[in-house]
């Protein structure tokens, strides 16, 4: 069977992959540990449901504006005005079916074919999954595990090609927690502009953040305003993964051109999902915090155990709820080559899932999510010292 070409151009995510493997093993009735999902393990927030049960009673069911209800607009703005200092109009935000669907509909509206689209390493699987899809260019520039895998202005510049169109960051980084100095994001934002490139920058772990360290936005430098592009989520602030709530915060002839392209192919975000969104920013905000500050908890529980673990390293998490644990010792030994072998391994022998860093663009480490209960913790870490130690 023939299939279109574009699709031979995207690979399976990775993270979906070990999700898939775990659940294959637990349907054996094997006890898994699974570290793979990039989930927040709370609940929904209650007064959040309750707005979804309050819009279907009230038959809030039906076609909204394309790009999402005009109250929901207007708080994201709003919000964001408040937290971090931006200046955003309503017509200047999109609403997505979540923030993946956001990060695709930037990358169809903006990039071309042939472009070149810049993605530190380590980054998130699908970033240079959708750069390939629309046929651009994925150039990687490799952070160093000694400098926290923060990205700088100097790296991009030397990164930086004539066919470059974009530049992708992601912080707080999703799989090493890394997370961009204010004034070094500064940075980069000013030289996208004076090269006049996009930066495309994914605020999805905005809200978690540690050791007193205050959430941050790029577009809060106002004056750079034309070449930054947002993208947003409230599936992991407020525990929201299911309801499929994204947005996208741009100048406005982008906002129009990522209408139209919703216009023939999602049409609204789910009506339902607006309103437990609009409830979401603007009732109450105890829930970000409870969150933040068991997450912590975890990040010191897990750093700790991992460090202790013979042949383990691990650089200290800034933000997001994932340890990013260097496991090269282990090569060479037990048949492991890369982390793809060490991952599949780990699950076969102790039963514990982590996704192989070469899913992020590293092929030494594993990515290790913490948002699950301490006891998983617990006995996760202890399977992964028995097996490292039995090498």
Request: aromatic share 8%; glycine share 8%; net charge neutral.
């Given at each position: 069977?023939?299939?279109?070409?574009?699709?031979?151009?995207?690979?399976?995510?990775?993270?979906?992959?070990?999700?898939?493997?775990?659940?294959?093993?637990?349907?054996?009735?094997?006890?898994?540990?699974?570290?793979?999902?990039?989930?927040?393990?709370?609940?929904?927030?209650?007064?959040?449901?309750?707005?979804?049960?309050?819009?279907?009673?009230?038959?809030?069911?039906?076609?909204?504006?394309?790009?999402?209800?005009?109250?929901?607009?207007?708080?994201?703005?709003?919000?964001?005005?408040?937290?971090?200092?931006?200046?955003?109009?309503?017509?200047?935000?999109?609403?997505?079916?979540?923030?993946?669907?956001?990060?695709?509909?930037?990358?169809?509206?903006?990039?071309?074919?042939?472009?070149?689209?810049?993605?530190?390493?380590?980054?998130?699987?699908?970033?240079?999954?959708?750069?390939?899809?629309?046929?651009?260019?994925?150039?990687?520039?490799?952070?160093?595990?000694?400098?926290?895998?923060?990205?700088?202005?100097?790296?991009?510049?030397?990164?930086?090609?004539?066919?470059?169109?974009?530049?992708?960051?992601?912080?707080?980084?999703?799989?090493?927690?890394?997370?961009?100095?204010?004034?070094?994001?500064?940075?980069?934002?000013?030289?996208?502009?004076?090269?006049?490139?996009?930066?495309?920058?994914?605020?999805?772990?905005?809200?978690?953040?540690?050791?007193?360290?205050?959430?941050?936005?790029?577009?809060?430098?106002?004056?750079?305003?034309?070449?930054?592009?947002?993208?947003?989520?409230?599936?992991?602030?407020?525990?929201?993964?299911?309801?499929?709530?994204?947005?996208?915060?741009?100048?406005?002839?982008?906002?129009?051109?990522?209408?139209?392209?919703?216009?023939?192919?999602?049409?609204?975000?789910?009506?339902?999902?607006?309103?437990?969104?609009?409830?979401?920013?603007?009732?109450?905000?105890?829930?970000?915090?409870?969150?933040?500050?068991?997450?912590?908890?975890?990040?010191?529980?897990?750093?700790?155990?991992?460090?202790?673990?013979?042949?383990?390293?691990?650089?200290?998490?800034?933000?997001?709820?994932?340890?990013?644990?260097?496991?090269?010792?282990?090569?060479?030994?037990?048949?492991?080559?890369?982390?793809?072998?060490?991952?599949?391994?780990?699950?076969?022998?102790?039963?514990?899932?982590?996704?192989?860093?070469?899913?992020?663009?590293?092929?030494?480490?594993?990515?290790?999510?913490?948002?699950?209960?301490?006891?998983?913790?617990?006995?996760g870490l202890k399977r992964?010292?028995?097996?490292?130690?039995?090498?």
């Amino acid at each position: 069977m023939k299939l279109a070409t574009r699709i031979s151009r995207i690979s399976v995510s990775k993270t979906m992959a070990v999700m898939e493997a775990a659940i294959k093993l637990r349907e054996q009735g094997i006890d898994v540990v699974d570290f793979g999902p990039g989930e927040p393990d709370f609940p929904t927030p209650e007064n959040v449901k309750q707005a979804g049960v309050r819009a279907i009673q009230a038959n809030f069911t039906k076609y909204t504006a394309i790009g999402g209800i005009k109250e929901l607009k207007k708080a994201i703005v709003d919000k964001h005005a408040r937290e971090f200092g931006s200046k955003y109009d309503v017509s200047e935000c999109v609403v997505n079916i979540g923030g993946k669907h956001a990060l695709f509909n930037i990358f169809a509206a903006v990039v071309d074919e042939g472009d070149d689209v810049i993605i530190p390493t380590p980054y998130w699987v699908t970033f240079a999954d959708i750069a390939r899809f629309v046929n651009s260019n994925p150039i990687f520039v490799h952070t160093k595990e000694s400098d926290g895998f923060r990205l700088t202005a100097d790296l991009l510049d030397r990164a930086i090609t004539p066919k470059t169109r974009a530049v992708v960051v992601n912080s707080p980084n999703n799989p090493s927690g890394a997370v961009l100095d204010d004034a070094e994001f500064g940075k980069i934002a000013k030289l996208c502009r004076d090269r006049d490139i996009y930066l495309f920058s994914d605020e999805c772990y905005s809200h978690f953040l540690y050791d007193g360290r205050k959430p941050f936005s790029v577009a809060s430098y106002t004056d750079l305003k034309s070449h930054i592009i947002i993208a947003g989520s409230l599936s992991k602030t407020y525990s929201m993964t299911g309801w499929r709530i994204g947005y996208v915060l741009a100048m406005p002839e982008i906002i129009s051109a990522i209408v139209k392209l919703q216009s023939h192919s999602t049409s609204n975000p789910t009506s339902i999902s607006q309103k437990a969104a609009l409830e979401a920013l603007t009732g109450p905000q105890e829930s970000v915090g409870v969150m933040l500050a068991e997450y912590a908890r975890r990040r010191k529980f897990v750093v700790d155990r991992l460090r202790a673990i013979p042949g383990v390293k691990c650089a200290e998490p800034g933000g997001a709820f994932y340890a990013y644990p260097n496991i090269s010792a282990a090569f060479g030994h037990g048949g492991i080559k890369d982390s793809t072998d060490f991952s599949a391994k780990l699950l076969e022998k102790v039963h514990v899932a982590v996704t192989p860093g070469e899913a992020f663009g590293t092929n030494d480490h594993v990515r290790m999510s913490y948002a699950t209960s301490m006891e998983q913790l617990d006995k996760g870490l202890k399977r992964i010292h028995e097996f490292m130690t039995s090498l």
